[in-house]
């Protein structure tokens, strides 16, 4: 962390708790400091806190303070959000304005096997089985786990190794130094400008943007196969409460389907609607 983020992180906490001695420094401190950011987002709130953890414990370990006052504070918790899958028209509308071969294996990757830009940032071109049609995914932690690739997937990977030929460096490779790999940053930035191109995009943070295809993997395959089990193994969650955040909510027909037909009267009876037989007296 730079030292100017530093400083301003320490900065908020020091506003907070004023010209006071150190030995008040306590947890209804820390969770009045935390209500004076309450505006800023859960990730950032997250980040905050960390710094601050950090540097109680260095109190702590300077004997300055007797006890952590972090001790028993609560985590921040990010909000629950709508998932940002896209529909097929959306998946070929991005695919038509992909501007190389290259730029499709991502996609492809990404949206047919749920492949996050770091993990295909750092797949190699020896993970990949042709013959097998599998390959194997490097995921947080280092994980390993081996995957099936779609037909589709092969079909772009293969054009791609066509075009640029292979290798026995990174699987996707950077156009000006065809040795190195291609960074995961660049992969989400990239991905993002496609959305963009392809009309997709309503603006920052909108949730069109790369993560939105392991999204829409996640939601397409449960809905293939019925097996949360299966997709969680896909996507490589050790919990499957990780791999709920990812599906699909129900869909609005559905939802209004299962929602219609209760117009409550005053008597708490259901009011039949205008074709319905009158109810039984």
Excluded at 152 to 173: K, N
Excluded at 183 to 193: D, E, L, Q
Aim: with cysteine.
């Amino acid at each position: 962390m730079s030292a100017k983020n530093l400083h301003s992180r320490l900065g908020t906490l020091d506003r907070s708790f004023g010209n006071r001695p150190l030995d008040q420094l306590g947890p209804s401190a820390i969770r009045d400091w935390l209500e004076t950011i309450g505006h800023m987002s859960a990730a950032s709130r997250r980040a905050y806190l960390s710094t601050v953890r950090t540097f109680a414990r260095w109190l702590v370990a300077e004997e300055l303070v007797k006890r952590d006052p972090t001790k028993g504070i609560e985590r921040v918790k990010e909000p629950r959000r709508v998932p940002r899958a896209i529909n097929a028209r959306e998946v070929a509308a991005l695919l038509g304005v992909c501007p190389d071969r290259r730029a499709r294996a991502i996609v492809w990757l990404m949206v047919g096997c749920g492949l996050r830009c770091v993990e295909v940032a750092r797949l190699s071109d020896g993970d990949y089985d042709e013959r097998e049609g599998t390959i194997v995914v490097r995921g947080k932690g280092s994980h390993e786990r081996v995957l099936p690739v779609p037909l589709e997937v092969q079909a772009a990977i293969a054009a791609y190794r066509r075009q640029h030929g292979r290798g026995t460096g990174p699987l996707i490779r950077s156009h000006h130094n065809p040795g190195a790999g291609i960074g995961h940053h660049t992969i989400s930035k990239n991905v993002s400008t496609w959305f963009a191109l392809a009309g997709l995009k309503g603006g920052a943070y909108d949730g069109r943007s790369a993560h939105a295809l392991r999204h829409t993997a996640a939601s397409d395959v449960l809905d293939h196969c019925q097996d949360v089990r299966v997709v969680q193994q896909m996507l490589g969650h050790a919990n499957v409460s990780t791999t709920s955040v990812y599906l699909r909510r129900a869909k609005l027909g559905e939802l209004r389907e299962a929602m219609e037909g209760r117009p409550y009267s005053s008597e708490g009876t259901v009011i039949p609607a205008a074709n319905d037989p009158p109810l039984a007296a």
